[in-house]
């Protein structure tokens, strides 16, 4: 099956005065549609560095980042820009949805930026709404959502317009056991019934119960890679 | 190429509703903003509506009430300014130009450089004589008496006198005094007069140094036979002045023909240079303004970091952002703005019909050429003027807190 993300020999090297720090070494991944990835290791073993790197959001100092056929480590920033409205979708630990929209507008304005017709949408809108259990919120604002609700409507937003993988960066950091299980309950269902790939970076063992591959980083390299 | 065209339009109508809502966010400090621009545009537009006023009343009492649009004189006049020094052929030259089309009103004077007496004190004055209807005519001469009457047909030696002058002569209407000047011959004559009215001007210098009298009496007393010193004119267009005075110098190049521009250079200037000045004045207003904006947008950005980082991380475009921020500032000052100028008109409008009362200030403005009753008056192109003034200063505003937007890292921002 061709992967839907390939890494190759990616290095990351960060100056800090005279000293060169490496956040990441030699990482060689391929992670293929359909699977539940979370990305583990202690705090500064580089999870967040390579989840930049998968995402288009910061550039390798050498190797290559294939998605989907397009090696994004060359793209330039307004190229990088277009490529991530287009293949990826995100999900953050803050949430960050927009507080002067609504739900269904928080949702929605990825496909409006992508130019899809207005008709087409909404009713995308609706349907992610629905598959994240808000079907009866879309007008409401995020300050009327409780941070649940508000971290599903990230997910819909994440979701909608069908992107090649969602990057989720310490999704259920923020939330308390109950509604971190709901979230993940709905993100596994997605996962399963659309066939959608996820890539979490987490230290939450809620989140690593339901992954179908664990990667360990120490150091900025990969310790582990364990497929359940 | 529809394509490209789409790809750039994508998003354009979230942006705009993104942008207005944006504005709203902050209702307070949004509100607190316009309110300033508001208020300074109808301040602005106020004064500079006083300014045009003062200026078009300025212009109008110079031209309509003095100067006319061009006189002419003989050269030696302008240099001696003594008896004899008439205008060549003066009548037929009235007659000639009464004839011409583009000559609305015509005043022929005679003109002579005098003492004035009374009981009391002497002081020089130039004295005008004029035919009264051609006078009343070219500069309302009988709508500026604040005293007495106009010249009656009555053979008594009539004469008006500037308010001022009356008041430092300590003379009133009904008075007596001596009038004193050189005749053709050079020699002195003079002869009593009685106040018929006090005219005031809006030219207190004018007012102090100048009498009327009945031509065909000053005539007479010069012992010549219908002299023209001065050949006031007004056409119908004061558009045709400039080319009317090149054609008639040119046909009489012997004799002096001066447009109103000449005649009162810095009435000139400042019909030059008066929309400027009063552009500059609400430009200081509009730049002072531009700083609140500015400071304004910068907090909105700053306050907003995360979420035009988590914007740019989702795929929003620098140019979008830009966009976003620009339309935001430009909605909210345009909004103002255009208020502002509505009030600010409205206001215009009400005062150019009851007029503004400064009688307190009359005496202070005669000196300079005033009327005590202003009525303000804008241009019609204020309003597109300022409106693009607007849009300019509130976009360079914007500028600065949209290229910060625009250098936010997408993953330094979304985890700040």
Known sequence: MTPVLQTQNLHKTYSEGPVAVHALRNINLEIHPGEFTVIVGPSGSGKTTLLNMLGGLDTPSTGKVWVAGTDISELNENQLIDFRLHHIGFVFQAYNLIPVLTAEENVSFIMDLQGRPAAEIKARAAEVLAEVGLA?????????LSGGQQQRVAVARALASRPQYVLADEPTANLDSQTAFNLLDTMKRLNEDEKMTFLFSTHDQRVIDRATRVITLVDGEIASDERR | MNKQANKRTAGLGFILRLSW????????????????????????????????????????NAIEKQYSHLQLHSKTWLDEGQAGMMLPHGTQLEDSLRQLPAVKLLSARSLAQGLVASPT??????????????????????????????FSDSAENQLLLGAKLAKKLKLEVGSRLVLSFPNAEQEIVSAAFRVQGLFRTANAGFDQSTVYVQKHQLDALLREAQPVYE?????????????????????????????????????????????VVSYIFVFIILLGLSFGILNSMLMAVYERMREIGMLKALGMTKSRIFIMIMVETLCMALLAALAGLAAGGVLVAITSRTGINLGAYAD?????????????????????????????????????PALKALKLNAADAIRS
């Open chain 1, 136 to 144: 009866d919120r879309g007008k409401n604002r995020p300050a009327e």
């Open chain 2, 21 to 60: 809502r944006n504005i709203w966010r902050n209702r307070g400090r949004s509100l607190s903003l316009m309110t300033a621009i508001f208020l300074g545009l109808v301040g602005g537009t106020f004064a500079m509506a006083m300014i045009t006023g003062f200026m078009g009343q300025r212009f109008y």
């Open chain 2, 121 to 150: 004190l002497t002081q020089g004055a130039e004295v005008r004589g004029v035919n009264p209807e051609a006078e009343n005519q070219l500069v309302a001469l009988s709508q500026q008496l604040i005293a007495g009457h106009y």
């Open chain 2, 231 to 275: 050949l006031a004119i007004r056409l119908h267009e004061l558009d045709s002045v400039p080319a009317f005075t090149a054609q008639l110098q040119a046909a009489y190049p012997q004799l002096s023909v001066r447009s109103w521009r000449e005649l009162a250079p810095e009435l000139a200037y400042m019909q030059d240079s008066g929309s």
């Open chain 2, 364 to 400: 202070a403005l005669a000196e300079f050429g005033y009327d005590a009753e202003l009525y303000p008056e804008l241009s019609a192109s204020y309003a597109l003027n300022i409106t693009l003034l607007v849009i300019v200063l509130s976009l360079l505003a914007a500028l600065y």
